[in-house]
């Protein structure tokens, strides 16, 4: 499997059954040639101007199964901040504080 055939499945988290999107890179171990992690970079903020939320990273050990259409994952969702807090951070951020 190629990583562009890898890169177009679906993530899937099992525990919540969250689709997480698409994998975006990877980790490569040069010396040993194996993938050590998956990267699913974070949404744009503002277009991409405020650049991006925070990368979920997959260990390769938390894949469970590789399917024709999706990756299986157990892999821990970040916890999500309340809607108030983003904005309050947004805010702070253009005003320089």
């Known amino acids: ?13 099992l525990k919540e059954g969250a689709c ?10 040069p010396e040993q040639a194996k993938i050590e992690k998956l990267l699913m970079l974070g949404r744009p ?3 991409g101007l405020l650049g991006r ?3 979920l990273v997959i260990e390769w ?3 469970e199964k590789i399917g024709a259409d999706a990756l299986l994952v ?10 108030e807090d ?3 951070s947004l805010l702070e951020r253009l005003l320089g504080k």
């Open 20 to 29: 997480l999107g698409k994998i975006d890179d990877m980790v490569i171990d």
């Open 86 to 88: 983003k904005k309050a």
């Open 1 to 13: 499997m190629t990583f562009r055939e890898l890169s177009k499945k679906e993530v899937v988290q």
């Open 74 to 83: 157990t892999t821990e969702l970040p916890e999500q901040q309340p809607q």
């Open 53 to 55: 939320g925070e990368t």
């Open 45 to 47: 903020k503002l277009f």
């Open 61 to 63: 050990d938390e894949i």
